[in-house]
């Protein structure tokens, strides 16, 4: 199985700053990375499929990138509804595993 | 817009089967576009794909749940179903319900709370 890792596991920001959540795994998977977000009490929440493309209907504001076996989710301008926890999931091979998350809350 | 809506029990015995359906409204499950995925979320917040069921009833389980997990199809309800046997306190989590387009998961039921205890 891929192994998922995300940093930072949480995250204290304002409103209106620039945050970066980093996405490892344990081998290559090109660019078959996608990004959730989870507000609390709520199911996942596609953001981002492909490393970088933005689903329909998600704020620009929300942006993916890819380096080797990092990815990154930015967030430019946090709002205070982006509060909540983010997790990559690789759809590369199966079994598709998740990371285990980042919070970001509010400082 | 396509939703989905889990339902079942909410408490189950040890060694017993947990059952659930997510009901699909607003679109078809007898799509070829589309995989239906169920997707578990415990206490502690990780999350675990279990499996997924095509349009024709292919099946994929997770390794580690192989021989106790089973998905369904019922295409007349526009429902698909997941049967898992011998529950543990160790399967005490959330459960998705998910609709899968690329391997990835574009649609989420509001998920259910099962939990394993006697």
């Known amino acids: 199985d891929i192994q998922m890792t995300q940093s930072p596991s949480s995250l204290s920001a304002s409103v209106g700053d620039r945050v970066t959540i980093t996405c490892r795994t344990s081998?290559?998977?090109?660019?078959?990375l996608n990004w959730y977000q989870q507000r609390p009490g709520k199911a996942p929440k596609l953001l981002i499929y492909?490393?970088?493309s933005l689903q329909s209907g998600v704020p620009a504001r929300f942006s993916g990138s890819i380096s080797g076996t990092d990815v990154t989710l930015t967030i430019s301008g946090l709002q205070p509804e982006d509060f909540a926890t983010y997790f990559c999931?690789?759809?590369?091979?199966?079994?598709?595993?998740f990371g285990p998350g980042t919070k970001v809350d509010i400082k | 817009q396509v939703q989905l809506q889990e339902s079942g029990p909410g408490l189950v015995k040890p060694s017993q089967t947990l059952s659930l359906t997510c009901t699909v409204s607003?679109?078809?499950?007898?799509?070829?576009?589309?995989?239906w995925s169920w997707i578990r979320q415990y206490p502690g917040k990780g999350l675990e794909w279990i499996g997924c069921?095509?349009?024709?009833?292919?099946?994929y389980y997770i390794p580690s749940l192989k021989g106790r997990v089973t998905m369904s199809l019922d295409t007349s309800k526009n429902q698909f179903s997941l049967r898992l046997s011998s529950v543990t306190a160790a399967d005490t989590a959330v459960y998705y319900c998910?609709?899968?387009?690329?391997?990835?998961?574009?649609?989420w039921g509001q998920g259910t709370l099962v939990t394993v205890s006697s």
């Open positions: 492909a490393a970088s």
């Open positions: 607003g679109g078809s499950i007898s799509s070829d576009t589309y995989y």
């Open positions: 069921i095509s349009y024709s009833g292919t099946t």
């Open positions: 999931q690789q759809s590369y091979s199966t079994p598709f595993t």
């Open positions: 081998q290559s998977i090109t660019s078959y």
């Open positions: 998910a609709r899968s387009f690329n391997d990835l998961f574009d649609r």
